[in-house]
């Protein structure tokens, strides 16, 4: 992730929050920040502790909407917070730098090589948040919890690279990010555990079969996943042109650890 003050050495840092006539305000955990700024244009810079962006619907449940690290950005111009819908509240003693976005555009000196690489860092950041959003709404769109999981684990896993990933936050907050149920995610997550796709410790998942992921969210798969998921009855529809041993099939179930598995592979019905 993109910092703001990225290339720009501590000197020109101080000349730069100087030329923009910047607050620095302090927050201790769980109190909201910038309760009397939602209506305003300002842009925060967190620079110490962390923050949390969440949604409050009609029924009171809440949404996970960004997780805030330091030198991440936020404000009216980057998320949809101008209304009592939407909090944000800092996680333990949090610095927040506020800059006026009505400043920052009306700054004549665009010689400043400073002030030129910050406004450039802004628009990265603003891409890149773009993409976050994109990645949100992919994992949103999935219809059910077993689909929502893996989405994200699958983003996550190409995020790191690895089989292992660790989440950033409790499970309940994972519940409210994905936007489910606590205990349906939980009993879910137990079925995928059962069926041996998954093992978990705490914060840590471990993903026993990377290709699971191309036959559970990719929608045109050589693997179709079932129309049941459980851990008492689960069939795989092959769709495939080029044949595949039957040893190969018994691999994949007994190393899945279904319960059962019932193969359907019309083409192959001669084959021993």
Request: aromatic share 12%; proline share 4%; glycine share 4%.
């Amino acid at each position: 992730m993109t910092n703001p003050f990225d290339g720009i050495s501590s000197q020109n840092q101080k000349k730069l929050l100087k030329l923009l006539r910047h607050h620095l305000y302090i927050y201790h955990d769980a109190q909201e920040i910038l309760e009397t700024y939602k209506k305003d244009d300002v842009i925060g810079i967190i620079t110490k502790g962390a923050a949390r962006i969440t949604h409050t619907d009609y029924y009171g449940n809440q949404i996970i909407i960004d997780e805030l690290e330091v030198g991440n950005v936020f404000g009216t111009k980057l998320s949809a917070i101008t209304n009592s819908e939407f909090q944000i509240t800092a996680l333990g003693e949090t610095e927040v730098i506020v800059i006026d976005y009505r400043i920052l555009i009306s700054i004549d000196n665009t010689d400043k090589k400073y002030y030129n690489d910050f406004i450039r860092n802004l628009f990265v950041i603003v891409s890149e948040k773009l993409m976050e959003k994109n990645q949100r709404i992919r994992v949103l769109t999935k219809k059910t919890i077993r689909y929502k999981l893996l989405e994200y684990f699958k983003m996550q896993r190409e995020f790191t690279h690895s089989h292992i990933i660790y989440l950033p936050f409790n499970y309940s907050d994972l519940a409210n990010y994905l936007g489910i149920d606590r205990s349906a995610m939980t009993r879910e997550l137990g079925y995928m555990k059962e069926e041996g796709f998954i093992q978990t410790k705490g914060k840590r998942i471990t993903i026993n079969f990377s290709w699971f992921f191309y036959l559970s969210v990719d929608p045109k798969p050589p693997f179709l996943l079932p129309e049941a998921l459980s851990p008492s009855t689960t069939k795989y529809f092959i769709n495939t042109p080029w044949p595949i041993a039957s040893p190969f099939l018994i691999v994949i179930s007994s190393s899945l650890q279904l319960k059962k598995a019932n193969i359907i592979w019309p083409s192959l019905s001669g084959l021993p």
